[in-house]
């Protein structure tokens, strides 16, 4: 959790700046509550997200946080300040075990709901279940689940209620307390307390008193399917901070510190939380930098890609600056600390992350924005109700009778079902094509995305170095260039080196052995090949060293290395026994499928745009190969990791709704902030947990495929909501005309049930654009394995 810190927030006013955790909100209605609450306090501005239950608040000098707190409990929902610097891991710790808490309960109330509802919804439904005395066993199950399984939906009406406003919870809360209660009247008043009462099975129009008649399946039922809704709601929310504590794991946990002794220098190993700023430490070949530093000692290649985004690695020697989190992927390296803790590259990305989520669209649940209509709108036609059956003379009871009959059937059993039932198919199918749908609010973006921003590097590319090309000198062997210089390479640590290698294996197989194997340090690589009675002194590496023994290349591989210097590839020069045999070129490939998944793209709408961190001609090149129309607004190269993020904020202050598909630690904000995140399953935790939607397989077809399943899947879930409300609205007039009777009521209410679990299973026909009948486990599994090297 963020401490409180000094801010200038709009206006140009300084200030101070907190974050709290909300509790107790139910939709995002309560999130826009209390927004306006804390809003209205003189020197605030708050933002409040529905889906991180958090509060990002500026306020003024002079106002105390607790006065913010009060706020927020004043509106009826709970409000927590920070915890006091140098305690956030353990209080991040206690806000986990505290979510795990919260949804344990939820579900123990559905479970505890579900197992008591059954049997009621059974009796009701099924003649032959109703014996002697039935309904006394009804009112025994369903009572505890109406007033206690029910109790979250009671406490968000009467908050509601509080303030002049209704939601889902409010419609709920008094279906089945009307329900309840009619029953209840029926029962101990009325003759459905008789021995040997039944609901016949028969479906007339008829005008009772209601005496005779209880509601208790439908208050039973109502509250355990919309239990189940938010219980599964409640999960996909669980993870909402999950992408903040994976940015936060990826840092070194220890670091070997240079303290000085005696006799020198001793190395002390100690927790990343005791560094200090100017302290020295050591980096092995392997072991991730710990902090942001400058290198006093050694030189080495640093991979960078998962703050950068580039898949070449960074040469790096005495002076230089290194990014924390990084790995060191060649020598030793001493360096020493300049930025720790939250100062550093990687607390400003989790920072970056965590204002674009508190930042982002929050999406009103349909049912929600529907409920804050259709209530009052009940409200109104059941006082209606009430008062014209007593003013024509119908008497006290039959107006009452025909009151509540109208707001049972008015709390329809199918809008339980309408939003989970879909969301479950979808999801599932999704499943099996790869493609994972973290919750309900996700859907709604994929409508009206028009803009569509790809990352390069692991998202449009392989993310990986490989070898791209071989080119031989005229009368040179392909197979024996490959040999030579893999088996020099394989012995070298070089990311570059290890590419080439493993390209040169895949040809042609098993390497010969290399003796006396040395390093030239920022040229290349040197050593000796026997082979039989034959050695050859073979060099790889640049230009320079193979002129410093005389081994010139000759125009065409000259002209091999311009050509990849443009591209912005790695060439890298090959000779033996004293002539410049060829050239090796390294890059990061494209990946076979990103051209048809761009043409499907289009073809749904919407608008490409490239963005890299690396250089303008490797950005120009791959968009070409891909089908991006290269232009200023299409193709946006050289940007940091916060720059993207701006160059999302940009392209949505023009008016477009942009999704964005990453899969590095440096696209995570940039996910946040989209309208629509998207990420490879391929690439980091941080970028998974960022995004709103999941690419498993890592191929960007996936994604094309992903917009249509959620534009098809939240299409299902305004259908099942408008059926939802229409199959009851129709029997509103019967309710409101005294003529419902209970089998009648159970009819309309199966029969939507019926429909939207129909609907929503049609969902499982969805069929990708291309063919692919493996499972998720599949794609996981190839997910998880290396991607070969192309030559």
Known sequence: MSALNDVTPEGGVP??????????????????????????????????????????????????????????????????????????????????????????????????????????????????????????????????????????????????????????????????????????????????????????????????????????????????????GRYFEARSKRSAGAALRALLELGAKEVAVLRDGTSGPTEERIGIDQLAVGDRFVVRPGEKIATDGRILEGSSAVDASMVTGESVPVEVGPGDLVVGATVNAGGRLVVEATRVGADTQLAQMAKLVEDAQNGKAQAQRLADRVSGIFVPIVIGLAAATFGFWAGTGGGIAAAFTAAVAVLIIACPCALGLATPTALMVGTGRGAQLGILIKGPEVLESTRKVDTIVLDKTGTVTTGQMTLVRTVVAEGEDVDELLRFAGALEDASEHPIAQAIAKGAAAQVGDLPAVEDFANIEGLGVQGIIVEGEVSHAILVGRPQLLAEWSQHLTPSLEAAMAEAAETGQTAVAVGWDGRARGVLVVADAIKPTSAEAIGQ?????????????????????????????????????????????????????????????????????????????????????????????????????????????SRRTLATIKGNLFWAFAYNVAALPLAAAGLLNPMLAGAAMAFSSVFVVSNSLRLRSFQATHSDTRTSTDHIAEASRPEPANA
């Not at 509550?33 to 509060?55: D, F, P, S």
């Open 15 to 228: 200030g101070n700046q907190v974050e709290l955790a909300i509790g107790g909100m139910t939709c995002a209605s309560c999130a826009n509550r209390i927004e306006r609450r804390l809003n209205k306090l003189e020197g605030v501005t708050a933002t409040v997200n529905y889906a991180t239950e958090k509060a990002k608040v500026t306020y003024a000098d002079g106002i105390e946080p607790t006065a913010l707190v009060e706020t927020v409990e004043q509106a009826g929902y709970t409000a927590r300040l920070p915890e006091p610097k140098g305690t956030s891991s353990q209080a991040s710790a206690s806000e986990t075990g505290a979510e795990d808490d919260s949804v344990r309960a939820l579900r123990n109330r559905v479970v505890v709901s579900a197992v008591l509802s059954v049997p009621v919804i059974a009796m009701a439904m099924i003649p032959v279940l109703q014996f002697n005395y039935w309904q006394w066993l009804s009112l025994t199950l369903a009572a505890p689940v109406v007033v206690w399984g029910a109790l979250p939906f009671h406490k968000a009406a009467w908050a509601n209620l509080k303030h002049a406003t209704s939601t889902m919870d409010t419609l709920i809360s008094m279906g089945t307390l009307a329900a309840l209660g009619w029953s209840l009247y029926a029962l101990f008043f009325g003759t459905a307390g008789v021995p040997g009462m039944t609901h016949p099975f028969e479906l007339t129009i008829a005008r009772t008193d209601g005496s005779g008649n209880i509601y208790l399946e439908a208050a039973a039922g109502v509250t355990t399917f919309i239990l189940a």
């Open 601 to 709: 793209l289009r073809g749904l709408g919407l608008t490409p745009v490239l963005l890299t961190g690396d250089n303008a001609a490797v950005a120009t090149a791959v968009a070409t190969a891909v089908g991006i129309e290269a232009g200023p607004d299409t193709v946006i190269a050289e940007v940091m990791p916060s720059e993207k993020v701006d160059v999302i904020k940009r392209l949505q202050e023009q008016g477009r709704t942009v999704a964005m598909v990453g899969d590095g630690v440096n696209d995570a904000a940039a996910l946040a902030q989209a309208d629509l995140g998207l990420a490879m399953g391929t690439g980091t935790d941080v970028a998974i947990e960022a995004s709103d939607l999941t690419l498993v397989r890592g191929d960007l077809r996936a994604a094309a495929d992903a917009i249509r399943l």
